[in-house]
T-cell receptor
């Protein structure tokens, strides 16, 4: 069974620090990896996408992918209270084929 | 940017009635739409995949006769929850893609069945 696993948290990080979110996946055939942010009662919004091994940076966010270890992570630098949300890791076998979501990690940034 | 509009944003209905949820792509042609369901403090679970002009593909355990999906045009897909029961109360979210375009999510529909 294809699975995406995340630590459910909650993860508490002081404002200004680095938040580190981790995700592992079971399907070695996965090619596309996404991080979504979901505020309570809202639908997910795409934060980062990554398709090849290594790091990808976008502003305060850095996604890291290691296909050999079947591991993808998201780093949030200079954490802000507005970053407090649930972060969902999603994996796809291709481009926009159906996504398999992890259970999400609830992140709280402490002012 | 591309927008997916979902309507209604919330609905309350009585047990045994049917509810229709609409998902529209506003500025792109959505060849594929996905319907997800999310229970409180759980992740999104894919219910079905719909391609324009063809029958939806349902995930294992999702009753196709209970959750009717229609994707009659490149900009509209609908999900009808038939004979709704309290256990169907959930957050229903659609997403759409035009193939090579990124996946865009609607704002979700909070369904409460009393």
């Amino acid at each position: 069974q294809k699975e995406v696993e995340q630590n459910s948290g909650p993860l508490s990080v002081p404002e200004g620090a680095i938040a580190s979110l981790n995700c592992t996946y079971s399907d070695r055939g996965s090619q596309s990896f996404f991080w979504y942010r979901q505020y309570s009662g809202k639908s997910p919004e795409l934060i980062m996408s990554i398709y090849s091994n290594g790091d990808k940076e976008d502003g305060r966010f850095t996604a890291q992918l290691n296909k050999a270890s079947q591991y993808v992570s998201l780093l949030i630098r200079d954490s802000q209270p507005s970053d407090s949300a649930t972060y969902l890791c999603a994996v796809s076998p291709g481009g926009n084929e159906k996504l398999t979501f992890g259970t999400g990690t609830r992140l709280t940034i402490i002012p | 940017g591309a927008v997916v509009s979902q309507h209604p944003s919330w609905v309350i209905c009585k047990s045994g009635t049917s509810v229709k949820i609409e998902c529209r792509s506003l500025d792109f042609q959505a060849t594929t739409m996905f319907w997800y369901r999310q229970f409180p403090k759980q992740s999104l679970m894919l219910m079905a995949t719909s391609n324009e002009g063809s029958k939806a593909t349902y995930e294992q355990g999702v009753e196709k006769d209970k959750f009717l999906i229609n994707h009659a045009s490149l900009t509209l897909s609908t999900l009808t929850v038939t004979s709704a029961h309290p256990e169907d109360s959930s957050f229903y979210i659609c997403s759409a893609t035009g193939g090579h375009s990124p996946l865009h999510f609607g704002n979700g529909t909070r369904l409460t069945v009393t």
